[in-house]
């Protein structure tokens, strides 16, 4: 059964880089012609999707978050976040998805997603 | 850009029948995708392109989609079914996105 786990400081302080982690446990990330995504959640607010990568493809971004933004699949595997020059409004859950994909894309395995705060 | 709407809450009282909307225009020409989240959990989806159901959400929740508003449909209401339900498509342009959030109570 296919998991995935994010991981990375829960701690950012402000103007520096968000960098998470996701890792896909009991499957492959490069398997199965899936995307992955990576959505946030503000603190008592709604879904906003960040951006997501097919591995071997170039990233997808928001628009509103693409000056600061890079989603990349590392050597092992590893779904990657860096989000830089962080301010409180980036203080969120964050988690990673299995996407489907365009043109359909939806995500149908979520991660237990991370709160990520910034704050000095 | 590409928006969806939907109503912030929504009630039911046990045994009736939610129905959740999802405003777009000409969202009937979009594949719309539903989720639910309880407190503190990740979102799960439940329904998919506008009407399927992945494995292990039961038929009592359905999915419409036509002209510019798509529906959730949950039958049989149940405590369990209280949560925040969000709608979703894929545009070209903007990437993913979702509704704003339904909350549903269940009376």
């Known amino acids: ?12 302080k402000p103007s520096q880089t968000l960098s998470l982690t996701c890792t896909v446990s009991g499957g492959s990330i490069n ?7 990576w959505i946030r959640q503000a603190p008592g607010r ?18 509103s978050l693409k000056t600061r933004l890079s989603i990349s699949i590392d050597t092992s595997q590893k779904l990657s976040l ?3 020059s962080v301010t409180a409004a980036d203080t969120a859950v964050y988690y990673c998805a299995r996407d489907e994909g365009p043109p359909t894309s939806y995500f149908d395995l979520w991660g237990q997603g991370i709160l ?5 | 850009s590409y928006v969806l709407a939907q109503p912030p809450s929504a009630s039911v009282a046990p045994g009736q029948t939610a129905r959740i909307t999802c405003g777009g225009d000409n969202i009937g020409s979009r594949s719309v995708h539903w ?15 506008d009407s399927g159901r ?3 959400i039961p038929e009592r929740l359905s999915g419409s989609n036509s002209g510019n508003t798509a529906t959730l449909t949950i039958s049989r209401v149940e405590a369990g079914d209280e949560a925040d339900y969000y709608c979703q498509v894929w545009d070209r342009d903007r990437g993913g996105v979702f509704g704003g959030g339904t909350k549903l109570t269940v009376l």
């Open chain 1, 1 to 12: 059964q296919v998991q995935l786990q994010e991981s990375g400081p829960g701690l950012v």
């Open chain 1, 46 to 63: 709604g879904l906003e999707w960040i951006g997501n990568i097919f591995d071997g493809g170039s990233p997808h971004y928001n628009a």
């Open chain 2, 35 to 49: 989720y639910r989240q309880k407190p503190g959990q990740a979102p799960v989806l439940v329904v998919y392109a």
């Open chain 1, 31 to 37: 398997s199965g012609g899936y995307y992955w995504s």
């Open chain 1, 116 to 120: 990520v705060t910034v704050s000095s």
């Open chain 2, 54 to 56: 992945p494995s292990g």
């Open chain 1, 82 to 84: 860096r989000l830089s």
